[in-house]
């Protein structure tokens, strides 16, 4: 961003939503059923069905796994899109 003003907002305005649609706050099955829907996009959601499974003692659940391999991928291509931005940001 241009200016460290206009971060805060920005940051808000899609942090919010992602937490609201992962069922870290709610439990999504209280949920209508298109929430639900959205909500099955939303690689925090996956993190928080993973994290369940692992604390009630499912290690070879296959959320754990799917959750895994979907955010170390996801990982990878954003920590790479950040340090090409930051390379040539610096130049």
Known sequence: MR?????????????IPLL??????????????WLRAIAT???????VDATRALFNGHP???????ALTILAAL??????WAARSFAKSVR
Request: glycine share 10%.
């Open 3 to 15: 200016s460290e003003d206009a971060l805060a907002p920005l940051l808000n305005s899609v942090t």
């Open 20 to 33: 609201l649609l992962s069922g870290i706050l709610l439990p999504l099955t209280l949920g209508p059923g």
């Open 60 to 66: 070879g659940d296959p959320s754990v796994w799917k």
């Open 75 to 80: 990982t990878v291509v954003t920590v790479g």
């Open 41 to 47: 996009w939303n690689p925090f959601s996956w993190a």
